[in-house]
């Protein structure tokens, strides 16, 4: 899925530019807080169309921002388990 392939920053050519983990995922707390709107983390981070159902299953998802967030730094930097994107999207619940 190109979502977790861009926080992973797999393959930019293909995926498009890596999304910053950080910013990302403090966008998808705020939208879980209601605080901003689908529109406004879509803009801001030129989301495709995939990657928008992934950001509203995380939006609606049982996960913690702080357990997306962990997940993500640690697949950012490949530290296992989280070292490939099945893996990612598993523990995230995107697969």
């Known amino acids: 899925m190109p979502l977790v392939a861009r926080l992973m920053g797999l ?3 293909t995926n498009g530019p890596k999304l910053p983990v950080h910013q990302y995922f403090a966008a998808v707390a ?4 209601g605080e901003i ?4 983390v879509i803009e801001a981070f030129s989301l495709a169309s995939d990657e928008i159902v992934d950001t509203t299953t995380l939006v ?4 913690t921002r702080e357990e997306m ?8 930097q490949r530290i ?3 070292n490939t994107e099945a893996a990612v999207e598993t523990r995230l619940g995107l697969a």
Do not use: F, N
Not at 30 to 33: L, M
Not at 37 to 40: A, H, N, R, V, Y
Not at 60 to 63: F, K, T, V
């Open 60 to 63: 609606q998802g049982s996960l």
């Open 80 to 82: 296992p388990p989280y």
């Open 37 to 40: 709107t689908d529109q406004q």
């Open 69 to 76: 967030h962990d997940v993500c730094c640690m697949a950012e």
């Open 30 to 33: 705020e939208r879980k807080r």
């Open 11 to 13: 393959d930019p050519d």
